[in-house]
């Protein structure tokens, strides 16, 4: 009896690792149709009584203003191009952060939480977070860093059923992700800690302020993120 539980166990365990494995190659060349986060979003919104809105349109990194990229690794993650899927320096930060402030700020960095939109659920438990871990390490091993910010870039959240830079972009500003401004590509960097709570009110006084920061870091950066010196 224990040796066939043994034999399902390592049969769940390899097919698992094959099928999440041939998932992430084939995303490194394929759009992410959706999420596991847009289908829990849709169901919520049927529970609650509400339309189901789920609006995004897929664009290659090319077809997003530069602006963007720059805008949500000054504000999100400023070691997107060193690390390797962690920063446990900024981790550390962000632990010492949620000790003196009410306002919580996230350690996550771009990577993991493309690999938390693409394959898994919202979540803080171990097993989740250890799910996000393996998948981190995967997107890392089988993407270029661009790669893993096109996907961002497109599965993001940034409002209530407003999914990826093209969404955003059209529904904040009325015009494609190609031709967002410095500006707005920092308005929309901004929404991302709490997109549903911050994207109803984009002209807050917390959104503005903190636009006004990822300004002065994108100056820093000299205005443009530069690949070629990833890693």
């Not at 771009?110 to 799910?131: C, D, E, M, P």
């Not at 410095?182 to 984009?202: D, F, H, Q, S, T």
């Not at 990822?214 to 993120?225: D, I, N, P, V």
């Amino acid at each position: 009896m224990l040796r066939r539980i043994f034999k399902i166990i390592v049969r769940v365990v390899v097919g698992f690792l094959v099928l999440s494995i041939l998932t992430t190659i084939l995303y490194r060349f394929v759009p992410v149709p959706f999420t596991p986060l847009m289908i829990i979003r849709c169901v919520e919104q049927k529970q609650d009584g509400k339309s189901m809105k789920l609006s995004k349109s897929w664009k290659s990194l090319d077809d997003i203003s530069p602006n963007l990229a720059l805008a949500v690794v000054c504000s999100e993650d400023q070691n997107f191009l060193m690390h390797y899927g962690f920063d446990f320096e900024a981790l550390k930060k962000a632990m010492l952060n949620n000790e003196k402030h009410k306002r919580i700020r996230g350690g996550s960095t771009i990577s993991q939480q493309t690999a938390k939109n693409v394959f898994l659920w919202n979540g803080r438990n171990y097993i989740r977070k250890g799910f996000e871990a393996y998948f981190t390490l995967l997107i890392e091993t089988c993407w270029s860093k661009e790669r893993i910010m096109e996907v961002y870039l497109n599965v993001i959240e940034f409002g209530d059923g407003i999914y990826g830079a093209e969404a955003a972009s059209q529904h904040y500003f009325k015009k494609p992700a190609a031709k967002l401004s410095k500006e707005e590509a920092a308005m929309l960097a901004c929404l991302l800690p709490n997109p549903r709570v911050y994207g109803k009110n984009i002209g807050g006084s917390y959104i503005q302020s903190r636009k006004q920061w990822t300004l002065q870091q994108m100056r820093f950066w000299g205005g443009k993120l530069d690949f070629d010196k990833e890693n």
